[in-house]
């Protein structure tokens, strides 16, 4: 797969957000996902252990969510953990393996932040703008934004508000279970990834592209 490379990855934590702040500016997160034209979406996640960083990227069909294409990458973590700089720690060993996808999805969904995130970019949008595709946030633990707890059963779901902005959704994707923190990432709006989202999501707490992906990542 082709993506676009659009920095260096080798900056300092203030050199990083001020990259951060100029390119938020070019992020589109109120464009709706054409959900008819949907047939491959990827789960994105890496791992990180002995400071050694294992990217994986699980291709599934959609809407049947049957696993297509898995590819990994890994190479030493280069970059401290810092939050809201997940990009430049994560951003580098998942270049290494998009570029080994031969199936090219239509939509992404990565294991962290869309716009839900301080300066509006997480991994999800920041990476969106390598991919030129449609990808969404799912956080499984909530980073930014004020907001109340939905109520219980699946589908439910309540405002991430950060400085009188909706920045995201907590969307409990199971009855009964904790929910989990979407925002969109790039090239979509918050209505159709929490809808692909709960498509994606028929058993567990994750969406199942981004579990299978956690899942390989953890294989390091």
Same mark, same amino acid.
């Given at each position: 797969?082709?993506?676009?490379?659009?920095?260096?990855?080798?900056?300092?934590?203030?050199?990083?957000?001020?990259?951060?702040?100029?390119?938020?500016?070019?992020?589109?997160?109120?464009?709706?996902?054409?959900?008819?034209?949907?047939?491959?979406?990827?789960?994105?996640?890496?791992?990180?252990?002995?400071?050694?960083?294992?990217?994986?990227?699980?291709?599934?069909?959609?809407?049947?969510?049957?696993?297509?294409?898995?590819?990994?990458?890994?190479?030493?973590?280069?970059?401290?953990?810092?939050?809201?700089?997940?990009?430049?720690?994560? +951003?580098? $060993?998942?270049?290494? =393996?998009?570029?080994?996808?031969?199936?090219?999805?239509? *939509?992404? #969904?990565?294991? %962290?932040?869309?716009?839900?995130?301080?300066?509006?970019?997480?991994?999800?949008?920041?990476?969106?703008?390598?991919?030129?595709?449609?990808?969404?946030?799912?956080?499984?633990?909530?980073?930014?934004?004020?907001?109340?707890?939905?109520?219980?059963?699946?589908?439910?779901?309540?405002?991430?508000?950060?400085? +009188?902005? $909706?920045?995201?959704? =907590?969307?409990?994707?199971?009855?009964?279970?904790?929910? *989990?923190? #979407?925002?969109? %990432?790039?090239?979509?709006?918050?209505?159709?990834?929490?809808?692909?989202?709960?498509?994606?999501?028929?058993?567990?707490?994750?969406?199942?592209?981004?579990?299978?992906?956690?899942?390989?990542?953890?294989?390091?």
């Amino acid at each position: 797969m082709n993506i676009q490379h659009r920095h260096g990855w080798n900056l300092k934590p203030e050199e990083a957000i001020a990259l951060q702040k100029q390119l938020a500016g070019e992020v589109i997160s109120t464009q709706p996902i054409d959900l008819s034209k949907v047939r491959l979406v990827a789960g994105v996640d890496v791992s990180v252990k002995n400071e050694v960083s294992q990217a994986a990227v699980v291709v599934i069909t959609y809407p049947d969510l049957q696993p297509v294409e898995t590819v990994l990458a890994s190479q030493p973590t280069p970059f401290p953990y810092i939050p809201g700089l997940l990009s430049f720690r994560e +951003g580098p $060993v998942l270049e290494k =393996a998009f570029e080994k996808l031969e199936h090219e999805p239509d *939509v992404f #969904i990565f294991d %962290g932040m869309g716009i839900a995130h301080p300066r509006r970019i997480g991994i999800a949008s920041h990476m969106g703008l390598w991919l030129n595709k449609p990808t969404i946030g799912c956080g499984k633990t909530h980073l930014i934004g004020d907001y109340q707890e939905p109520d219980s059963e699946r589908g439910a779901y309540s405002h991430l508000v950060n400085k +009188g902005h $909706v920045i995201g959704v =907590a969307l409990r994707t199971r009855t009964g279970v904790k929910p *989990v923190y #979407i925002s969109p %990432g790039h090239l979509a709006d918050l209505t159709t990834s929490i809808e692909l989202t709960l498509l994606c999501t028929p058993k567990y707490r994750l969406p199942e592209p981004i579990r299978l992906a956690h899942n390989a990542a953890g294989t390091l």
